[in-house]
DNA sequence: CTGTTAGCGCTTTCAT
DNA sequence: ATGAAAGCGCTAACAG
């Protein structure tokens, strides 16, 4: 039924080591024996089992991902980097959504690990002291894409989310702005949430502003809630000059919020985000951002497990990618 | 250094197909036996192989998924149906991006294969001959997600692409509108490209409207080529009132040309499209759309592999999930 | 209900 | 340059 090694060393004449050999390019094969081996393999259509090489080799060429949510722009581009980059090295991947919940992800770890994955991204909310226990029953590579740990004792590539934040809001001070609203994520998350929310705390300290609660919303991400968080600051009897929201989304939401009040942006309101996703330019009038390198982030988080997986040594175990603000049409002085 | 399954046996004193079966849930096993291999597991922090368990069952519980680009939000949503899908009936996913490729798409195919995944999920431009060459050769059950083979011979999970587009157009000629333009996706991709195309075409042709070459234009999917297409449209002396693009990016990047240009959406120009992303609603003005079902085709696809894995027998081998037109503000009577 | 025993298809020493 | 043979860790009859 299947054919394997075995028949293709036979139809070949030759030992199964020598089939071996030539499948997996060991240049120390006769030329001609090569030549008879590729023939036979045509033949009879043989199609190497990479699993019983994984058993025996010990290595799988795959790689695990968990992901918060695939469908999510942001970290779909994420995972175009990851995965063109695994490619290149001839690596495939296990793509596990774990919307950010800490049961659902130490599962898919283990499921990951028992799958025999040559290393492991891990890419989702707070990691807890059961992430860390989970890691180190794991005796493969570990990278945190796009978060990482407190200690800072497990590889990671990120952006510095909380310096982010701050020159966002940075940008709408230097244009004069004091009433500076946020529309932030759930603190909860460590750095969507809670770093974006320092880096806007810190901005505001640094210009000698005090800080106004009645001034920051948490939304979910979505751009509804970022409509509604809008709503509520339109309502405020001393309305914001500028808003920064910690996603383009919710961003996206609060212009169109403004729009919709008969307001203009950004001669009535300013908005600034981090993220800038391609939606960022799809929006009139087109988003000022941080922008947040996402195919980077995947394409250098799984650059750095290939050479972990490879026991090279790494200088850099915890990798910041930079973060630049780039212009558009969302921000003006007040 | 590893555990395996032969130290737990001696560890809890049973053999090793005791322990096979508690793992594996079978019921034959005394309660009290039961108990103690699940300490001797805990005891010595067992993990089973799924390698070498693969290897033995022939069944590795994983699926190949290949697709066009994970980072363009409509597969991203068909990946995310998948996978909750193939969760759910503890299937794991190897995602790979063959960018409509033929040559990658083979490759990928081929390489899936050899991991012995249970089953394929293909997401791709045209099936050709060469596909189909490869499918036969793998003996496991193959789905084409949101796309069809021209024969029909492969299960698949699709909308009507070219009933869509003609009910889209439809929707234009119902306001009224004559001169109606398309901004089309390249017409060698079947589905998207070429069947809305000729929907377009036969809705003209119902109306006995004659068709005119000078109001099609091809774009890449992208929103920049949407504003070209329609910055061309709209060049034109005797313009188009209304333009039905393929999908809803392009239909975005047309919008906002138009807009640019002095001209209002509805009023001027009205605009709908194909695809009915969340994108849709994030635009001024909202725009009009023939809803695909996405989440779900994903979802369906998944759900029929399982069937065919399971060898269930299926009735409808070829599902067509229904669209659905979902009115906003971007067409107006003329 | 439990144990014995062959493999699953391949890689990898170790010889030659 | 090539072959022989011993596993890799597990499942699946089969026997009892």
Redesign the pocket.
Known sequence: M?V???DVAREA??????V??V??NN????P???KKVFEAIERLGYR??AV??G????KTTTVGVVIPDISNAIFAEVARGIEDIANMYHYNIILCNADKKKDKEIRVINTLLEKQVDGLLFMGGAVTDEHLQAFKTANVPIVLCATTDEQGLIPSVDIDHEAAAYDAVQALLKQGHTRIAMISGTLQDPSIGFARFQGYKRALESAGITYDENLVRIGNYRYESGSEAMKYFLDLSDRPSAVFSATDEMAIGAIHQIQDSGLKVPQDVSIISVDNSRMASMVRPQLTAVAQPMYDIGAVSMRLLTKLMKKETVDHAKVVLPHEIVTRQSVSAI
């Open positions: 299947t394997t090694i075995y004449g030759v030992s199964m080591a020598t071996s050999r499948v997996n240049p120390n094969v006769k001609q024996t090569r190497p089992n019983a090489r058993l025996a080799s010990k």
